[in-house]
């Protein structure tokens, strides 16, 4: 940052325990970094603030940091193959499935799931600061009859295809391993939040907690931007700091020791996902991918999702971002089906073999190439406009040797949680509606009936995950019965 770096380190103030100027070592490597300007209000700090900021600087892994920076703001606006639209090869459509494939794929993942073989990964590092809430986005309620937050209805599904896995094996179970990514922002009150629900039913053991990592936020020239005189301005990583942080934890390994082949991965904001989803991961293993994708048919071309492309003709798939696309790929329609050729928007729902993901971590460390945010980032100036750095989970396809797309549709599987209530989508409200509708279907489907104070459309039941997983089982407690909307149904 230009202004933290004025005039030079003045060898006058306070002396404290690092003397009148900062310890010859450290300044030196601050230097070979030109980062030297973290220490400019040296003079000016009490002994106390000294050693904070030494202690800060200290922690970061400056080498690293600087092959980030240098990569990344050097790469930007490089080369990168046309995008294509996705082969229809590599898209497995809704239209196309048979009651048998889906019985089969079923089975399939229910049994690989009973052997321990997947794992699962939750994105949990956001605050719901858009929600009106500095809470983990996790911790947060929609306003459904039970009252459930999303972590519960999410550890509520693992705990019904445990269940149903068990069912399905002779043999005993394996407990389905829950690795939930937090961020310096939300570990301690994820934590705490689990521990004082008693995880939710599930034990305790078979959740693990991990941080995303942290990078420093820089101006355009790459230097660091200081929040305090005494701290340097940081950010977390991403939501594709996953990989690093799953591989600098040994956390890979220990899938690896426990058994894990699969690797299913989604976001916390979703009320509809299927966590674990035993279709899914059948139809994964049957193609002997190394990563897939869950997609829905964008509803509109201004829809902001990003979405697949291929990179060149028997490239990669990739994700091109809403805001990298240009109004006539947002609106390119394919002739033959009247549809948009760019139409499968990214939601968030992936699954990697154990195999690919070690490797991917590797390679994503090895180029070091981040995307650049401009942000307002806080400073000793009040804020200050600058780059934060970051990895997106979607990164990882441009590396997979094999990707296959897997369409679901978006009123069962997608209502995401991004907005307050009052704005014009992705509300706590209207995520609600979506899952009060879709279990209304359910318990009508098994042969049950609703009444309602309000008009239907507003309102619905609700089925406990510990109930159905995806409108499974529920004849025997719905059929001839009448139930009352809003409530839960649970037994």
Not at 191 to 213: H, I, M, N
Not at 382 to 393: A, D, R, V
Request: net charge neutral; with cysteine.
């Amino acid at each position: 940052m230009k202004e933290m770096m004025v005039g030079s380190v003045a060898p006058v103030g306070p002396v404290g325990r690092w003397g009148a100027a900062p310890p010859q070592e450290l300044l030196e490597r601050m230097k070979d970094y030109g980062q030297e300007g973290a220490f400019a209000l040296w003079d000016e700090l009490s002994p106390e603030d000294r050693d904070l900021l030494v202690r800060d600087i200290e922690s970061l892994d400056l080498s690293r940091i600087d092959r980030i920076i240098r990569r990344s703001m050097g790469s930007q606006g490089g080369y990168l193959a046309p995008a294509e639209p996705v082969p229809e090869s590599s898209v497995s459509r809704v239209e196309e499935r048979s009651p048998e494939d889906k019985e089969r794929w079923w089975k399939k993942g229910l049994r690989a799931i009973s052997e321990g073989k997947l794992a699962v990964v939750l994105l949990a590092g956001g605050q719901g600061t858009r929600l009106g809430s500095s809470d983990p986005k996790g911790c947060f309620s929609i306003g459904l009859p039970s009252g459930k937050s999303l972590f519960q209805l999410q550890a509520e599904r693992i705990l019904c295809i445990q269940k149903l896995a068990a069912q399905s094996s002779p043999r005993n179970t394996l407990p389905i391993h829950w690795y939930i990514m937090t961020s310096p922002f939300t570990d301690d009150v994820t934590r705490k939040f689990f521990e004082s629900r008693k995880y939710f039913g599930l034990e305790a053991d078979q959740v693990t907690f991990f941080q995303q990592g942290t990078l420093p936020c820089v101006s355009d020239d790459g230097r660091f931007i200081m929040e305090t005189p005494y701290k340097v301005a940081k950010a977390p990583d991403g939501n594709g700091g996953v990989y690093a942080a799953l591989k600098s934890k040994k956390l890979l390994d220990d899938m690896s020791s426990r058994g894990v082949k699969y690797v299913d991965c989604y976001g916390v904001d979703n009320v509809l996902v299927r966590v674990a989803d035993p279709t899914f991961l059948g139809y994964f293993i049957e193609k002997g991918v190394s990563s897939a994708a869950k997609v829905v048919r964008k509803a509109y071309p201004q829809e902001n999702v990003g979405v697949f492309v291929q990179r060149g003709r028997g490239g990669p798939l990739s994700v091109v971002e809403y805001s990298e696309m240009d109004a006539a790929m947002t609106t390119e329609i394919n002739q033959s089906t009247g549809r948009l050729r760019y139409c499968w928007s990214n939601v968030c729902l992936h699954m990697f073999s154990l195999e690919f993901l070690n490797q991917v971590a590797n390679s994503l460390e090895k180029d070091s190439v981040y995307h650049l945010a401009q942000k307002k980032i806080p400073s000793i100036h009040g804020y200050t406009m600058g780059l934060k750095l970051e990895q997106f989970i979607f990164d990882a396809f441009n590396y997979s040797p094999s990707t296959t797309l897997f369409e679901v549709l978006r009123e069962e599987e997608f209502a995401p949680v991004k907005n307050a209530n009052g704005s014009a989508y992705d509300t706590p409200d209207s995520a609600k509606l979506m899952l009060l509708r879709l279990h209304s279907r359910w318990v009508v489907a098994a042969g049950g009936f609703l009444t309602h104070s309000v008009p239907l459309y507003m309102t619905g039941v609700e089925v406990s995950p510990l109930s159905s997983y995806a409108g499974e089982n529920l004849e025997a407690i719905c059929r001839g019965r009448t139930f009352h909307a809003p409530s839960e149904i649970s037994f």
